[in-house]
């Protein structure tokens, strides 16, 4: 019992600002501690008639631990950032043939085809940079959502579309 009061000790002492739940309270007279059970004894039942598990561990404690404010950002799985590269080539390929009907479609209105074209691939790079910065922002939030990234992307891609509207001008 004097090892466990040091442990608790040394943590207090070294760690302000950690506490442990329940070390403040006196322990119940009847009850003993899980660690100094002979190891030939099984485990407690819990309160609900449960064993404590496959294994015979005691049960959870009932404590929730919520993540703290300032906590960093979390790291985007493989698998996220498999899905979203997936879906920025699926836009990207949607773009292409958006590019090719406004080109088209400058071209039915007398613009002259290279500025068509010109118009068509600044259409083309505004929506691409657009969508990735959502696709970026939808993937990890917490990580992508910065003025560093996604304001970049969305100041080259407004800048994009607004050459597109200015060459698609007769």
Known sequence: MQKSNDIQLAQANTDPGFKIPGGD?????????AASAPAGTPAAPAPDGSNGGLSGTPPASGIEVTPVAGAPATDTSSRDLI???????????????????????????????SSADTAGWLLFCGLSFLSAAAVLGVINSDRFLS?????????????SLVGAALTGRR
């Not at 003025?147 to 800048?159: D, E, K, N, P, S």
């Open 25 to 33: 309270k006196p322990a119940p007279s009847g009850s003993q501690p």
């Open 83 to 113: 899905i979203g590269g997936g879906i920025f080539v699926v836009l990207l390929i949607v773009f292409v043939f958006v590019r090719n009907a406004f080109a088209n479609h400058l071209v039915k209105r007398r613009v002259a085809p």
């Open 147 to 159: 003025v560093a990234i996604t304001g970049t992307l969305l100041v080259f891609g407004i800048a």
